[in-house]
Nanobody
Framework: QVQLVESGGGLVQAGGSLRLSCATS????????MGWFRQAPGKEREFVAA????????YYTDSVKGRFTISRDDARNMVFLQMNSLEPEDTAVYYC??????????????????WGQGTQVTVSS
């Protein structure tokens, strides 16, 4: 069992930056691939970024490539999402998720085993 708690969301102007954090508790954090997803009002939850359990591979949806960076600190059992050049279209609730030792890092939210409660990110124009 893994518990996930996101933080770092807030209100920012377009062009600004935020850094989301996901603190995890439970055993064997290093065995989990970690992902960030987001859900805007009236829309389905969508993949944003993911990082392999080893940290050696990262994945991004096209709309955030070059602007967002996912990273993990296994010593602190944490995963981060650095978001730069934010746009109003990035406004959503952002969720951290964990997937136990996947063969490939999934983009499908249904593949993830554990989820946090979410943190709101609002980008004003």
């Amino acid at each position: 069992q893994v518990q996930l708690v996101e933080s770092g969301g807030g209100l920012v102007q377009a062009g600004g930056s935020l850094r989301l954090s996901c603190a995890t508790s439970g055993r064997a954090f290093g065995n989990y691939a970690m992902g960030w997803f987001r859900q805007a009002p009236g829309k389905e939850r969508e993949f944003v970024a993911a990082i392999s359990w080893s940290g050696g591979d990262t994945y991004y949806t096209d709309s955030v490539k070059g602007r967002f960076t996912i990273s993990r600190d296994d010593a602190r059992n944490m995963v981060f999402l650095q978001m730069n050049s934010l746009e109003p279209e990035d406004t959503a609730v952002y969720y951290c998720a964990a997937d136990y030792l996947p063969w490939t890092v999934p983009r499908d939210p249904a593949k993830y085993d554990f989820w946090g409660q979410g943190t709101q990110v609002t980008v004003s124009s």
